[in-house]
């Protein structure tokens, strides 16, 4: 059985930036499909990114260009860094994993974390 656990949450202020971090335990990422979502008050959820086995990685339109995935295979641990922060990125953001590729930030995760609060304030 597949654990997960982000850290690397905070406050942050406009323009700024955080990394999170997803750490793995009982089974290698190396094997998974792994990626992030987030998901804000009252809005449903938001697949942001994704790190295909293949190496093919997806982002959504929202968050192009300002966010990078990444894995560690020797932390067995998940990386989301996250620059240009804007107040639309406030949410609780979770990591995932899957055992297929898929291709897509639009799907429902295997295996979930319990999530990491972001909150950007101008």
């Known amino acids: 059985q597949l654990t997960l656990v982000e850290s690397g949450g905070g406050s942050v202020q406009v323009g700024g930036s955080l990394r999170l971090s997803c750490v793995a335990s009982?089974?290698?990422?190396?094997?998974?499909?792994v990626g992030w979502y987030r998901q804000a008050p009252g809005s449903f959820q938001e697949g942001i990114a994704a790190?295909?086995?293949?190496?093919?990685?997806t982002y959504a339109d929202s968050v192009k260009g300002r966010f990078t995935i990444s894995r560690d295979s020797g932390r067995n641990t998940i990386y989301l860094e996250m620059t240009n922060l804007q107040p639309t990125d406030t949410a609780v953001y979770y990591c995932?994993?899957?055992?297929?590729?898929?291709?897509?930030?639009?799907?429902?995760?295997?295996?979930r974390g319990q999530g990491t609060q972001v909150t950007v304030s101008a």
């Open positions: 995932g994993a899957d055992p297929y590729d898929l291709g897509s930030v639009v799907r429902s995760w295997t295996y």
């Open positions: 009982g089974r290698q990422l190396s094997n998974l499909a």
């Open positions: 790190d295909d086995r293949d190496g093919t990685t």
